[in-house]
């Protein structure tokens, strides 16, 4: 045989680079109606009469199906044992049904009327359809997860997932910044009694940055076929090239396997610590620019938007590192560090001004890019490929207890802690500014924990010569 028929494709820079490109549009969308509602939460209050615990309980329904139905794990184990092509293309599906009824939840403003099982109908129906998104894209996470794996196996694998995050946290940034400008472009006009006078009133389309959001992930759907046609190529190439692909098939033997490592557990733990102290803290940043920094509503969007746009360009940077250094480890924990600053200044009743958010945010953005360049592409290096797919899901899992479980906790801590806007909204009186001293301190303890877990993490790669520490590079 020649050099050139012993390649397989993964080794064509260009075709696993645009493999990688495929493959990213679907999570730029998940990404984007996944925060595409959190500088909308004002909006739901004045128009749907939502609370912050309505808000809070419809952001936790992201993680019910994944965490009470262990639907996410169900789809590790379809991943391992039926591959990444029929799993990404079911979970591509998920995630626009999920949507869809979203839309129609949010698009309906009768529904915030009438009460189902004891929750506000309106909320009742988009927490549903959002449910079912989060099934589809945090299968689709673990998909990609694996897809790179697949790809980039010896190759530039830490800066390839550093770059497929960076590229779906640009769905996170256009989520923080075109919400409020589409939903008031599209704003509907309606005629109003106002002390016994015909008034016309203009409300913004809260619906429409929903359907922008289901068009992204439509066309993420359709350009998953695309990338079918590359893997099975892919494949092809492998058998044809020699290569040694002959690793043992999944058995469900195999999940204990994985739960008696305590490698995974520190990861799973840093994982949902660290996350949960990010994400929910984007579901409500928004809202703090206004309650705390007084930034304008129509403008409070854009310093979020500042935390996925720094990641765009230093996740892919950090990743590269340890792919070409090494010091997975120690960089997971300078990234947790930071955030035990970031929310602890946040947390402090001074400092009140809109540029001291910039900063913050801008930091948290770098620990966003720290952690998770280093801690994604840390997991084949403690568990077989075989058993990927599970682990990733089983890792995803439990970040879900986090996903769904703080978001709910911080919009009841909001409640008890504001009674007095509960009051003004019942009087119909002016509606206070919130006070985010108490959520601001659960995101700092959940900073800290993560800080200990790390250290611990390095520790165990030390005594258990995971490789951590060492470039993912092969020379």
């Not at 092509?85 to 009824?101: D, H, K, P, Y």
Request: charged share 10%; proline share 5%.
């Amino acid at each position: 045989m020649t050099d050139a028929i012993k390649k397989s494709l993964r080794d064509s820079k260009a075709a696993r680079w645009s493999a990688l490109g495929i493959i990213s549009i679907t999570m730029f969308a998940g990404y984007f109606l996944t925060d595409v509602m959190s500088p909308l939460k004002p909006m739901l209050e004045a128009e749907f009469g939502w609370s912050s615990t309505n808000y809070g309980i419809f952001t936790s329904a992201y993680g019910w199906l994944n965490v009470f139905l262990i639907m996410l794990i169900l789809g590790g184990i379809i991943l391992d044992k039926m591959g990444v092509r029929f799993t990404g293309l079911m979970a591509s599906g998920i995630m626009v049904l999920g949507a869809a009824i979203k839309f129609w939840a949010i698009s309906n403003p009768t529904l915030s009327t009438d009460t189902t099982l004891g929750i506000h109908t309106q909320v009742f129906w988009a927490a549903i359809g959002f449910a079912i998104f989060g099934v589809g894209v945090e299968i689709a996470g673990i998909t990609v997860s694996k897809i790179i794996v697949k790809w980039f196996k010896g190759h530039e694998m830490a800066l390839a997932m550093g770059m497929q995050m960076a590229v779906a946290r640009m769905g996170t940034l256009l989520a923080m910044a075109a919400p409020v400008p589409l939903a008031n472009f599209f704003a509907n006009s309606h005629i109003v009694v106002d002390g016994g006078t015909l008034v016309e009133r203009v409300a913004p389309s809260i619906s429409a940055p929903i359907a922008f959001a289901l068009v992204l992930l439509s066309i993420g759907f359709i350009a998953f076929f695309i990338y079918i046609s590359m893997d099975k190529k892919l494949d092809a190439s492998i058998a044809e090239s020699g290569e040694d692909n002959n690793e043992e098939p999944f058995k469900f033997s195999n999940i204990g396997t994985i739960v008696s490592n305590k490698g995974f557990w520190l990861i799973a733990f840093l994982c949902v610590l660290f996350y949960s102290s990010v994400f929910p803290f984007i579901k409500y940043a928004s809202d703090l620019m206004v309650n705390k920094y007084g930034v304008d509503q129509s403008l409070a969007g854009l310093i979020p938007s500042l935390l996925p746009l720094g990641t765009l360009f230093l996740t892919p940077l950090f990743g590269s590192i340890y792919d070409k250094k090494g010091k997975g480890a120690t960089i997971m924990i300078i990234g947790a560090v930071i955030i035990v600053f970031v929310h602890g200044i946040f947390s402090l009743p001074i400092l009140n001004y809109w540029m001291v958010a910039v900063v913050l945010v801008m930091l948290l953005g770098v620990a966003l890019s720290l952690v998770p360049s280093a801690m994604w592409p840390s997991v084949p290096k403690i568990i077989p490929e075989n058993q990927l797919g599970t682990a990733f899901s089983l890792i995803f899992w439990i970040q879900n207890w986090g996903l769904m479980g703080v978001p709910l906790l911080i919009g009841y801590v909001l409640d008890k802690t504001n009674p007095e806007v509960a009051i003004a909204k019942a009087n119909g009186t002016e509606i206070p500014l919130y006070d985010y001293t108490y959520p601001m301190l659960i995101f700092t303890a959940l900073g800290i924990l993560a800080v200990i877990v790390a250290f611990m993490l390095k520790a165990e790669d030390k005594k258990k010569g995971y490789g951590l520490q060492l470039p993912n590079i092969q020379k």
